[in-house]
């Protein structure tokens, strides 16, 4: 168990030990790191920095025998393992990614079935852990209707198992149509140039039967992939394994074919290997001194100035009254002489502009108030002269056209200004985000734009195509706004802040592609923040059970924890009120007061009990219903999402930060 433990978790228990026995624990002791790992009869905990400073009870060593052992692991104890004989897919295990019409359902089988409406559809699912190195698995899948009736030659049909890297790095065996034909077809995809998939076939073995076991063996450097009709493994075809970690993978395919086909799989087993699998259990509810737990806001100091929408309430006190430890904005590179050239109890008499919003003056102000209130800075920094986030990251006007090396500079000198000054006005900003939702590039080297396109065929989500293409050119920009920050305040902690869980790409892929690209690259940051999907565009996050969501973020940061960085949510919030959004709640936390509490009690339940969660903050809390009356177009959903009443007072939601023993101080 405790060399398992440094094998896994090398970021909380590494270099010299010393074992002993205290009480009822048999314990190992990290100086280094100051952590211990404690085991009482069949318990085991941890303690130190990795848990608050508290003893945390982590599971039952036979909860980690799977874990430790995979090969000592009975195989029908294995909590991946998947018979699909409930109602409804398994969100802790599998991302349904299906496209074109294609769908699935379960109940004795997942049915896997594709659309007539078109000549492509696929029914996909994808798991929610990764394998990791060799490993052994294997399944059953029957072709119920759509196989028995000839396809054209240049057409594809087939029902596949395998493994993917991602979407171009990947290999399957597959019972397939070729022409009139039953086969066992294989094939497998690699990423090329620019990200453009490259595929590898292997000749079909025509087959009669229409039930069959698939196996996938991935052994050092070698793949192989086996069929079972008769009770005997016979070889399909032998072949490069993927590096890293890889996905399970199901498929029901049409290419060139418009039919319905429909492939039941069943009996999902892994026999052998390792994965990420990690069930997610619920912990206490307690806060960690170390936890970045708190709410990012700025616009309530402009409606107390200009709009007279709180009376005499400062809501920055209210929130750090009801428990909000810390306070985030977001700032640009704009000034505002007007600003300026007034102390700051006179703004209210100039007109407001929108070259106000979020510049230099008003956010400093801003920061100084929320540390008046007695709550920790965390400053995001939008490195342009308007909003940035997923879906726009301009440059300044004044840097439109500039080189690569010479927006570099440009950065890195603004950076330092920017931080310079605040520090000179004695503001002691703790941790700085460079940039917002950063996942396609920033200052316009994007794609389509400075940046181009992705070969035609990939989504500019491709990660091979923004390995290639974008990421590198971002790395270097960020390096140089990093670079500006910690010349000016050495001891600031660097934050990289992407839209990830909000992406339509299954099982966090992109997350983990895009932070250990910047980790490759020695791109130097501390935190990796993740924006939580919102209610006003399409999601899925009512799919989720809350601890199949949960599980998802903590297999994320478990793997984001290998790279050596720890994770926070940087922005998520949650309607307690109902409105017109784009998708539905989740199954525990319906539109309310008890709902939206509900959501934020159990994301910092998580995150607080996950050491390698760092912080959670909530989007906009500085609002209420009716804040902003004129302009229902832009500000409604913040105000029903926000953490005040229209009386000024905390809603259940807000109160939950101050709810949980404080553990590690």
Not at 137 to 143: D, K, L, P
Not at 262 to 280: E, L, M, N, P, V
Not at 322 to 340: I, K, Q, R
Not at 571 to 584: F, T, V
């Amino acid at each position: 168990m405790l060399n398992w433990a440094e094998q896994t978790y090398p970021q909380y228990f590494s270099g010299p030990f010393a074992d002993g026995v205290y009480d009822i624990y048999t314990y190992r002791y990290y100086p280094a790191m100051g952590n211990y790992i404690g085991i009482a009869g069949a318990k085991v905990y941890v303690l130190g920095p990795v848990s608050g400073g508290q003893i945390l009870y982590v599971g039952t060593l036979g909860e980690f025998r799977c874990r430790i052992a995979p090969g000592d692991c009975p195989v029908a104890t294995r909590e991946e393992n998947d018979d699909f004989s409930s109602p409804t897919i398994d969100t802790c295990r599998w991302f349904d990614w299906s496209a074109s019409g294609g769908g699935t359902s379960q109940g004795n089988g997942m049915r896997m079935q594709t659309s007539a409406a078109g000549t492509f559809s696929s029914a996909r699912v994808v798991s929610q852990y990764m394998t990791k190195g060799d490993v052994q698995a294997e399944i059953t899948v029957n072709a119920a209707t759509g196989f028995d009736t000839a396809i054209a030659h240049t057409a594809q049909l087939y029902a596949s198992f395998g493994l993917m890297a991602d979407d171009n790095n990947r290999y399957f065996i597959a019972l397939a149509k070729a022409a009139d034909k039953s086969v066992i077809r294989v094939l497998a995809v690699s990423s090329g140039v620019n990200g453009a998939p490259v595929f590898q076939s292997f000749p079909d073995i025509v087959v009669t039967a229409t039930s069959i076991k698939l196996r996938v063996v991935q052994s050092g450097a070698t793949a192989t992939l086996s069929y079972n009709i008769d009770g005997n493994w016979r070889t399909a075809a032998t072949l490069a394994a993927l590096s890293g970690g890889a996905y399970v993978e199901l498929t029901t395919t049409t290419v060139g074919v418009a039919r319905q086909v429909t492939a039941t799989f069943s009996d999902f087993k892994i026999t052998d290997g390792t994965t990420s699998w990690h069930r997610y259990v619920r912990g206490r509810q307690q806060r960690r001194a170390d936890f970045i737990a708190g709410g990012t806001g700025g616009d309530s100091m402009n409606y107390r100035i200009w709009g007279n929408s709180w009376g005499n309430v400062n809501p920055l006190q209210a929130m750090k009254a009801s428990g909000m430890s810390w306070y985030g904005t977001d700032v640009t590179f704009n000034s505002a002489p007007e600003l300026a050239a007034l102390p700051p109890s006179q703004w209210g008499t100039i007109p407001f502009q929108n070259k106000f919003w979020r510049a230099k003056e008003i956010v400093a102000q801003d920061l100084k108030n929320a540390a008046a209130a007695g709550l920790r800075l965390y400053l995001q920094l939008y490195l342009t002269e308007g909003p940035a986030h997923f879906g726009t990251q301009s440059a300044p006007a004044a840097w439109q056209g500039l080189s690569v090396a010479d927006t570099a500079s440009r950065l890195r000198t603004e950076t330092h200004a920017l931080v310079s000054s605040y520090k000179a006005q004695g503001i002691n900003v703790e941790v700085y985000a460079v940039g917002n939702e950063i996942d396609l590039g920033i200052l316009g080297f994007r794609p389509g734009e400075r940046i181009a396109l992705p070969p035609a065929g990939l989504s500019t989500l491709d990660v091979n195509y923004l390995r290639a293409s974008v990421w590198p050119t971002e790395a270097i920009l960020l390096k140089a706004g990093i670079e500006g920050i910690k010349a000016a305040d050495p001891n600031a902690k660097i934050v990289l802040h992407i839209a990830g869980l909000s992406l339509p790409v299954p099982s966090d892929i992109f997350i983990k592609a895009f932070f250990k690209f910047m980790v490759d690259q020695g791109v130097p940051f501390d935190y990796a923040a993740l924006s939580h999907p919102y209610l006003t565009y399409p999601g899925r996050v009512d799919e989720y059970s809350t601890d199949c969501w949960m599980q998802r973020i903590q297999e994320t940061s478990d793997y984001i924890a290998t790279l050596g960085k720890r994770t926070m949510i940087s922005e998520g919030n949650y309607p307690r009120a109902s409105g017109a959004y784009a998708a539905l709640p989740m199954p525990e936390f319906p539109f309310t007061d008890s709902g939206q509490a509900g959501w934020v009690r159990e994301h910092l339940r998580h995150a607080n009990n996950n050491p390698n969660m760092i912080g959670f903050l909530y989007w906009y809390p500085d609002y209420f219903i009716g804040m902003s009356p004129n302009d229902p177009g832009t500000l409604l959903i913040p105000q029903q999402t926000g953490l005040f009443y229209p009386d000024l007072t905390a809603t259940p939601a807000m109160m939950e930060f101050g709810i949980g023993p404080l553990v590690g101080q």
